[in-house]
Structures are given as C-alpha cells and as structure tokens.
C-alpha cells in the first residue's frame, strides 16, 4: 500500500505552478505556495520544540489556511486533532486537554470565542502546551508557555536564511512508508464526558486514498468545490487529500451554504464532482425539480413512454447545469445520512449522476461505495474495497437486519485513551460494530435500516427502525422533516411542517394539525400494527442539527 503523503508528495511536485487551494470569492495558493507554508509550519513547530508524534489540534472553520495547517502537521510528523469549528469554545478547550496536544492552531473567530469565554487561562494549566498559534499568518494568540515572544518574526528569518532563493519542488520531501504511525485523532463529538478521540493510522486514510485512485474521476487541474467541514473524515479525505493528490483545483467554501448561494457558487466552480449530505440535495430537488413534474399536465406526459424520457432527459440536463454542469464526470456524492426515497427516487428516474455512500469515521471513512454509473438505487453502494470486510450479524444477512460489522487496514485502531470504549467496539473475534443495522445482497450492497441505539423494541418483541418510518413520513404533504420516538403509550412522530408550503395553504395552526394527522392517519393504513404511529406532534422549530446536518436524536423523546 502507497503513503498517502507520498500522494502529495508527488503531487505538489508535478503541479508546483498551478492553483491547489482557493477560499471561494477570496485568496489562492498554488502546490508550491502550499509547500512554502509548510516549511514555514515546520520551522515554527521545531522552535517550539515540537517532536514527531506530538498532537497538535486545529481547530478554524474550513478553510485553504486550514489545509495548509493539517498538512503542515502530518508533514512534519506530528499527530492532527482536527476540531469542528461548532464545538463550543470549552469543548475546544477540554479536547485539546484531553488529547494531549502540545498546541492549538486556530482562526480569529474561535479565538475570539476562546476569549469571550475566557476560557484562554486554561491553556497554561495544560501540562507541556506551548501556546495558540492563528493560521492566519502564523501570528501568536497565546504564549502559555512564555517562549513564544518574536515567534512569527523569527520563524520568517529562518525561512529566509534556510531558503533564500525560496523553496522549490527539489527540497519537498513528504514521502513516507510508515503506515502504522498514528496520524490523526478524530473527536466527532465534543459533549462527552468521556470523549471518544477515534485512532486513525496512516494506513487507514491510505487505504482510502487507494480505492479513490481506482473508483473515483479526477481529472488533472479539474476543480471541486468543498462545502463539507474538513475537520470531519468524509470532507477531509475527498473533499481535500484526495483531489490534491490528483493535482486538482479545490475551492472552499467558507460560508454557511445556503442554496441560493451555493447555487451561484456551483455555476462559477463547476466542480467534475460535488459532495453533500442528504439535507441540502433535497431542498435543492424540491426547489427545482418536484415543483415542476409534480403538476398535473407534467404527471400526464410523463405516463407516456417517448415523451417521458425527453422530458427526463432535459431535466436531468437541467440539474447538472443547476450543479455547475461537469458533476456527470464523478457525479454527486451524498454521505451522511439515508436520503429521502422520493428524491432519490426522481434522481433514479431521470438517471442523474448520484450515487450514496456509507462510512464512518473510524474506517477513515468508506466501508461502502460505487461508480454512479454502477450504482443500484436505495443501497449505499458494495464493500468493493480491497482494504475492508464487512458483515452483517444475522442469520439470514439478505433479509434480517443485523449488525454492520467491519474488519481490515482502514478500520480504526480503537479511541485515544479509552480502553473501555475502544474494547466494546469490537466482537470477540475482531471485526469493529458499527453500531448500524443493515442488510446486505449477494452483490455486497449495503441497505442501512437504522441505527442500533435508535431501534425501538416494542412491549411484544418487534424491532422497529425510526429510519424507515421517518423516509415516508417526510414524503407525506406539509412535511419537513420528522423523528420517530417511542413512548409508553406508542410511536409519536415529531414533525416540522414545511413553512412555505403551509403559507401557500393557507393553513391555519389548528389546520395544519387536522391535515398532517389525517395524511398520517392514511399512511399507517400502509403500516404493520406494530410500527402504526399512536400520536404526531409539531414541532415550532427545525431540529437541531450536527455539522453534517443530520438531526441530535439524543435531543428528542
């Protein structure tokens, strides 16, 4: 298996003058800027006697500076602790503890949050930490150490006397061999009290970077479009070291991605392929799409076979424009979550280049993916991956859901000083639980059916998954989104009506609440007696959402 620095290694070689990193509507840096950086890093990390394997947290909001500094960190040896940027400041404070990390690299706005909450005097409590460092020109944010005085200045007099004529392609030297090196610890989650910080070595983002040079497209000097936080797994490795490993071109967006605006943003990039998570391709469809094949003359047409598929053909024509126009070559890439069946069962119909994923941090993070082009619909893609197993823990694995359990050299070496944790994530015989409940077919797609924690056991022994019912009722009129709970006296679907669609109604409250209960009154006409929904509730906000947009179930009962 090849390094995955070695990858960029090569990479920044071979396209040290061409574009590598662009914050949308603002600044860029070629391969060889991104280089020049790095020994700069390097230099500052030496001064303050940071050794190879030291951890080093970074917390910013996505960014070019951001890559910059991961790189800069795993280049040099060091271990990242990649924080989201959503965590609130004391959970920045207590991760960089708990991790053992040596220095924090932030931007100015978690700055800013780690002073209004002064939570900055915590730092120089931490034993052996060094100081806050902004990636933004390197400037010192917090001497805890009181060693840090003239830093910045001293690191560029360094740089000058070390490369006077300026770094080039000849002095990078990022190739590695060593894939059982710890390289990053990931904590998805900052609320914990005992937070699970997931072990990633070398070899399981190598391993990802691997499959991706045999499945994924990526053009030379095509360019991306990065919307999803890069401190999470999935963004980071093919929003980012994958496409720099292909000598792409990746633009970062670094603001909220509101439609309207990604929509502009997607025209100017014209990214060869898009990733996002379920949420934003749905409103994205029913802004676009549905509205238009859902009136009566369209339903019409579309029933008679020639002219459906002109008409398909132009919407699916459409849409790629709608994603900037290039996406048929790596297609949209969805992770995250289960997308709404009826969006993807238009995406289907018209043969729009999309294709569902399913990973998870601690496989760094595919375990299931295929080509568009050879995607079956309603699955999350084949464990067609030379680096992992899967199985499912059922006797009858077609049929009867089980256990996703998953085994190979992409798979996590447990959690970042928690035994306990890291010993019951894995079965007796060795293979990682997931913690998802799926099946799987003779082709190795993977259908997910929920989550293990999420499952619902009923008074008389039947298994019901939220997931499944959630899927229809969100295709019912009026509805956003909703959460199955289960309560003593039954199933209660949490739902948020859709705003615009009850103000186009006309709907009032006490309207709104009769229509959606008779639309769910039909629909458990379709239900087992078992799963059939008791009570709704409405809900007067959205819910809560993680960074990758998928709701804080823990937060609703």
């Known amino acids: 298996m090849k390094h995955f620095l070695t990858y960029i290694d090569e990479s920044v070689k071979q ?64 271990v990242a602790v990649p924080l989201l940027a959503d965590f609130l400041p004391r959970n920045v404070a207590e991760l960089t503890k708990a991790s053992d990390s040596r220095m924090l690299l932030v931007d100015t706005p978690i700055m800013s949050g780690l002073k209004r909450d002064s939570i900055v005097e915590l730092f120089s409590t931490y034993e052996k930490f060094c100081g806050i460092i902004n990636i933004v020109g390197m400037k010192v944010e917090d001497n805890s150490c009181g060693k840090l005085n003239n830093l910045t200045e001293e690191v560029e007099n360094t740089f000058k006397t070390l490369f006077p004529g300026g770094v080039t ?115 994205i469809f029913r802004g676009n799409v549905m509205p238009t094949l859902k009136t009566g003359t369209m339903r019409i047409l579309t029933s008679i076979p020639g002219i459906r598929n002109i008409i398909y053909n132009k919407v699916r024509e459409k849409l790629i424009n709608v994603f900037g126009g290039n996406i048929h070559q790596g297609g949209l890439l969805i992770g995250g979550a289960a ?64 256990e996703i359990q998953i085994k190979g050299d992409a798979v996590t070496t447990g959690y970042y000083k928690n035994e306990a944790a890291t010993k019951a994530s894995y079965t007796d015989d060795g293979w990682f639980k997931t913690g998802d409940m799926g099946t799987m077919d003779k082709k190795e797609n993977i259908v997910i059916r929920g989550r293990c924690k999420n499952m619902i056991l009923t008074a008389n022994g039947q298994n019901i998954y939220p997931e499944e019912i959630e899927e229809l009722v969100n295709q019912l009129p009026l509805v956003q989104e909703s959460l199955i709970v289960g309560r003593k006296h039954g199933i209660v679907a949490l739902i948020v009506p859709n705003a615009d669609a009850v103000a186009e109604a006309g709907l009032s409250e006490e309207q709104l609440k009769t229509t959606i209960g008779d639309n769910v009154l039909t629909l458990n006409s379709s239900l087992p007696v078992y799963s059939k929904i008791t009570a709704c509730e409405i809900m007067k906000e959205p819910f809560e959402k993680t960074p990758k947009l998928s709701i804080k179930r823990f937060m609703y009962k």
């Not at 061409?18 to 890093?41: F, Q, R």
């Not at 479009?225 to 071109?249: N, R, T, V, W, Y």
């Not at 069946?341 to 760094?364: L, N, Q, R, W």
């Not at 295929?370 to 464990?383: K, M, S």
């Open 15 to 78: 396209h040290w003058n061409e574009p590598a990193l662009t914050n949308y509507g603002a600044n860029t840096y070629t391969y060889g800027d991104v280089a020049s950086l790095i020994e700069k890093y390097h230099i500052l990390f030496e001064k303050c006697y940071i050794s190879k394997g030291d951890k080093i947290a970074l917390c910013a909001k996505s960014s070019a500076e951001w890559c910059v500094a991961y790189f800069a960190i795993v280049t040099y040896g060091a």
């Open 339 to 402: 997308v709404n069946k009826e969006v993807e069962d238009i995406m289907h119909k018209i043969k729009f280049p999309y294709v569902i994923g399913y990973g998870m941090t601690e496989c760094a993070p595919l375990v299931s993916y295929t080509r568009w082009q050879d995607f079956t619909p309603h699955t999350c893609g084949a464990v067609a991956h030379p680096y992992v197993d899967a199985r499912i823990d059922s006797q009858d694995p077609a049929n009867i859901p089980g």
């Open 169 to 283: 392609a000849k002095r990078v030297n990022y190739a590695r061999t060593n894939l059982d090196a710890v390289t990053v610890i990931s904590y998805t989650s900052g609320t914990s009290s005992s937070p699970k910080g997931v072990i990633l070595p070398a070899r399981a983002i190598s391993a990802n970077m691997e499959y991706a040079w045999m499945k994924m497209e990526a053009p030379k000097g095509s360019t991306i479009l990065s919307i999803l936080p890069l401190a999470h797994i999935f963004g980071q490795a093919f929003d980012f070291l994958f496409p720099f490993s292909k000598g792409c071109h990746i633009y970062i967006y670094t603001e909220k991605p509101i439609p309207a605006r990604l929509l502009k943003a997607l025209g100017e990039v014209k990214p060869f392929m898009f990733l996002t998570v379920p949420l934003l391709v749905e409103k």
